[in-house]
């Protein structure tokens, strides 16, 4: 079965720190561009980071840079979100994405929350 199982979300107070998982299966996930999007009720799905299927090219979105950090494990087919110094802005629900270098085919998670108040 081919899926996408994010997981890690929850509240958090401003300030703190989470970290995503998204685990792969049932694909070659070696041959994806993954990324992380999170989407605020009534705005549209926002890119969050990308890696590439190596790990060598990374991007941000500028609203993240220098809080947020993007890995992958290729023998766990697993990217990862790490999120600091959370702001209540940041509250989202936050979905994966994994798309094929060759034919593009892409898979989406079902996303996981991320609350983030006092």
């Known amino acids: 079965q081919t899926q996408l199982v994010e997981s890690g979300g929850g509240w958090v107070q401003p300030g703190g720190s989470l970290r995503l998982s998204c685990e792969a299966s049932?694909?070659?996930?070696?041959?994806?561009?993954m990324s992380w999007y999170r989407q605020i009720p009534g705005k549209e799905r926002e890119l969050v980071a990308s890696?590439?299927?190596?790990?060598?090219?990374?991007t941000y979105a500028d609203f993240v840079k220098g809080r947020f950090t993007i890995s992958r494990d290729n023998a766990k087919n697993t990217v990862y979100l790490r999120m600091n110094s959370l702001k209540p802005e940041d509250t989202a629900v936050y979905s994966c994405?994994?798309?094929?270098?060759?034919?593009?085919?892409?898979?989406w998670g079902q996303g996981t929350q991320v609350t983030v108040s006092s």
């Open positions: 049932g694909f070659a996930f070696r041959e994806c561009t």
């Open positions: 994405k994994a798309v094929f270098i060759r034919t593009k085919y892409t898979y």
């Open positions: 890696i590439s299927n190596s790990g060598n090219s990374i």
